[in-house]
T-cell receptor, first 115, second 117 residues
Framework: GEDVEQSLFLSVREGDSSVINCTYT??????LYWYKQEPGAGLQLLTYIFSNMDMKQDQRLTVLLNKKDKHLSLRIADTQTGDSAIYFCAETGADRGSTLGRLYFGRGTQLTVWP | GAVVSQHPSRVICKSGTSVKIECRSL??????MFWYRQFPKQSLMLMATSNEGSKATYEQGVEKDKFLINHASLTLSTLTVTSAHPEDSSFYICSAKIRDRGQYEQYFGPGTRLTVT
């Protein structure tokens, strides 16, 4: 089954805040990441949070981590139309087998920003 | 951040032919690269881990003889889809793992859209 789960769609108006949520199952994950994917493009690393942190802010982006509930969220302040994309949550997980450093991805949340 | 390129960005080939996709780290050396496959509106599925100078490690269910991976240098990994069929049509993305200030990060290439007719 899925290790990382996200809601598939989110629509917001330009200027509002967007909150994208993610739940994960592996409590031993060291890092949790947020990636952005624009149509037809690869993934762009947006931000990450170390597992011993509760919050990290980077300009318009705020990441909140609740380790007890294994819940991660990404808040985008003052959302712009250019923020429309798919956002992937990913965890590092424990060293499963021989693939040290692999990432486990959610299915992605399609964020649509309306003008 | 670090830059990873892929070539070609888009390829259309006939069924039964082989296609090679290149993944390059442009401004750093990567001992480990990953190859992912992404279906429309789906997450990324890890296909294999490519380690420079050694054989790739494939995920369960991925055919080694069909998806040949070569990581001949610290800046280049290639994925060859052999005897491609329409069901191999997909978006293939590579990533390179680097250690930056004590932690590992993965930087992704822009992806290659493969269409097999």
């Amino acid at each position: 089954g899925e290790d990382v789960e996200q809601s598939l769609f989110l629509s917001v108006r330009e200027g509002d805040s967007s909150v994208i949520n993610c739940t994960y199952t592996d409590s031993s994950s060291t890092y949790l990441y947020w990636y952005k994917q624009e149509p037809g493009a690869g993934l762009q690393l947006l931000t990450y949070i170390f597992s011993n942190m509760d919050m990290k802010q980077d300009q318009r982006l705020t990441v909140l981590l609740n380790k007890k509930d294994k819940h991660l969220s990404l808040r985008i302040a003052d959302t712009q139309t250019g923020d429309s994309a798919i956002y992937f949550c990913a965890e590092t997980g424990a060293d499963r087998g021989s693939t040290l450093g692999r990432l486990y991805f959610g299915r992605g949340t399609q964020l649509t920003v309306w003008p | 951040g670090a830059v990873v390129s892929q070539h070609p960005s888009r390829v259309i080939c006939k069924s039964g032919t082989s296609v090679k996709i290149e993944c390059r780290s442009l401004d750093f050396q990567a001992t480990t690269m990953f190859w992912y496959r992404q279906f429309p509106k789906q997450s990324l599925m890890l296909m294999a881990t490519s380690n420079e100078g050694s054989k790739a490690t494939y995920e369960q269910g991925v055919e080694k003889d069909k998806f040949l991976i070569n990581h001949a240098s610290l800046t280049l990994s290639t994925l060859t889809v052999t005897s491609a069929h329409p069901e191999d049509s997909s978006f293939y993305i590579c990533s390179a793992k680097i250690r930056d200030r004590g932690q590992y990060e993965q930087y992704f290439g822009p992806g290659t859209r493969l269409t097999v007719t």
